[in-house]
């Protein structure tokens, strides 16, 4: 299974709405979907397990929707800590090309 | 709280080995599948290989296959890679993280393995 994640970069200004798209090549189980940041020099952190539960600690301007083959993160009002790159993953295994947020 | 610190990367030529180690404390390590995950310079994160709890299952993502060597020892509460063979594609900052099924919640900082003659 391959995941599209779209688009590559989006160019946003803090307290927009940001949409990520991840892509399934087939389709798949809510529950093999992830969603992570990852801000450079860090560890990725996990946002969303089984396409939208929430993690520990995860601001609830986030959410994760989806089914089949089309899944999406939200993040309802940007904030300056949120520009940094976001990826999907399947079944715990093949990840997306990620998508990078970046400030307008 | 939940640790995992990785160490072992370093510099080695093509053809070279490494063996990378995390060392895991605030939960019980034979409880959880264990993964390891990879990003190059400039690229995206690439799931590399994991193990079951007992170590009794393990599984690679096809370009390490019978290159790299995933293990643990739950006693000494730490998670193993051997990476034999290198190549100059190896060159990555690997990551070692907990597996809660189909998903990932804590990772390390990472090590950085870098292959260059």
């Known amino acids: 299974i391959v995941l599209t994640q779209s688009p590559g970069t989006l160019s946003l200004s803090p307290g927009e709405r940001a949409t990520l798209s991840c892509r399934t090549s087939?389709?798949?189980?809510?529950?093999?979907i992830a969603w992570y940041q990852h801000k450079p020099g860090q560890a990725p952190r996990l946002l969303f397990s089984?396409?939208?539960i929430r993690a520990t600690g995860i601001p609830d301007r986030f959410s994760g929707s989806g089914s089949g083959t089309d899944f999406t993160l939200t993040i309802s009002r940007l904030e300056p800590e949120d520009f940094v790159v976001y990826y999907c993953?399947?079944?715990?295994?093949?990840f997306g090309q990620g998508t990078k947020v970046e400030v307008k | 709280d939940v640790q995992l610190v990785e160490s072992g990367g370093g510099l080695v030529q093509p053809g070279g080995s490494l063996r990378l180690s995390c060392a895991a404390s605030?939960?019980?390590?034979?409880?959880?599948?264990m993964t390891w995950v990879r990003q190059a310079p400039g690229k995206g994160l690439e799931w590399v290989a994991n193990i079951r709890q007992d170590g009794s299952e393990k599984v690679y993502v096809d370009s390490v296959k019978g290159r790299f060597t995933i293990s643990r020892d739950n006693a000494k509460n730490s998670l193993f890679l051997q990476l034999n063979s290198l190549r100059v594609e190896d060159t990555a900052v690997y990551y070692c993280a907990r597996d809660v099924g189909y998903a990932v919640d804590f990772w390390g900082q990472g090590t950085l393995v870098t292959v260059s003659s």
């Open positions: 993953q399947y079944y715990g295994q093949t």
């Open positions: 089984g396409a939208s």
């Open positions: 087939q389709s798949v189980a809510t529950k093999y």
């Open positions: 605030g939960f019980t390590l034979r409880s959880y599948w």
